[in-house]
T-cell receptor, first 112, second 115 residues
Framework: SQKIEQNSEALNIQEGKTATLTCNYT??????LQWYRQDPGRGPVFLLL?????KEKRKERLKVTFDTTLKQSLFHITASQPADSATYLC???????????FGTGTRLKVLA | ETGVTQSPTHLIKTRGQQVTLRCSSQ?????VSWYQQALGQGPQFIFQ???????GRGNFPPRFSGLQFPNYSSELNVNALELDDSALYLC??????????????FGSGTQLSVL
């Protein structure tokens, strides 16, 4: 069955450093991979979308890579700030399907 | 803020009861999807409604049902509540049915507790 794995352990980093979060998947060939941010008690908020034919996407301090051979996406936050502390979810989908498959999320804490 | 509103924000029910959750989609969006998020887990797809018809369903039993109205707002109904139904229920709207990777706009969710 389809499986998505994200670091289940919380990630603590110092302010100003680069945070790197991992999303690995098996038994699936997504065309689209999205990253969302979720704060406690709130719904996820869309951050970035990357397509299978794109290797890298950037938006301000955020960078996403997508390696369909390794079946992995990396999500980077550069110059991290305490306000970046949240849970980050990856979600996969493919053409012709309406269902987005979400990972369990990684909780990031940026220490001042 | 996404413009997707859900009500109520919190709800407490007892086992065996029925519940209705409501969602108003973002202006211009014709598709609503519902997700269940258990504590410490990612959202799990329940079903999607597109132009008032169910467009797809995840691995949830028939006691989970829904509706979409002409204004694209939606309801999620759960009958015969079980303890495991306790979760955050998220509504997400999108401009289309998601076959091109459209981003989802989520509401803040309804926290359902079943005692």
């Amino acid at each position: 069955s389809q499986k998505i794995e994200q670091n289940s352990e919380a990630l603590n980093i110092q302010e100003g450093k680069t945070a790197t979060l991992t999303c690995n998947y098996t038994n699936y060939s997504p065309a689209y991979l999205q990253w969302y941010r979720q704060d406690p008690g709130r719904g996820p908020v869309f951050l970035l979308l990357i397509r299978e034919n794109e290797k890298e996407k950037r938006k301000e301090r955020l960078k996403v890579t997508f390696d369909t051979t390794l079946k992995q996406s990396l999500f980077h936050i550069t110059a991290s700030q305490p306000a970046d502390s949240a849970t980050y979810l990856c979600a996969l989908s493919k053409p012709g399907t309406y269902k987005y498959i979400f990972g369990t999320g990684t909780r990031l804490k940026v220490l001042a | 803020e996404t413009g997707v509103t859900q009500s109520p924000t919190h709800l407490i029910k007892t086992r065996g009861q029925q519940v209705t959750l409501r969602c108003s989609s973002q202006s211009g969006h014709n598709t609503v999807s519902w997700y269940q998020q258990a504590l410490g887990q990612g959202p799990q797809f329940i079903f999607q409604y597109y132009r008032e018809e169910e467009n797809g369903r995840g691995n949830f039993p028939p006691r989970f049902s829904g509706l979409q109205f002409p204004n694209y707002s939606s309801e999620l109904n759960v009958n015969a509540l079980e303890l495991d139904d306790s979760a955050l229920y998220l509504c997400a709207s999108s401009r289309n049915i998601g076959t091109e990777g459209e981003k989802l706009f989520f509401g803040s969710g309804t926290q359902l507790s079943v005692l």
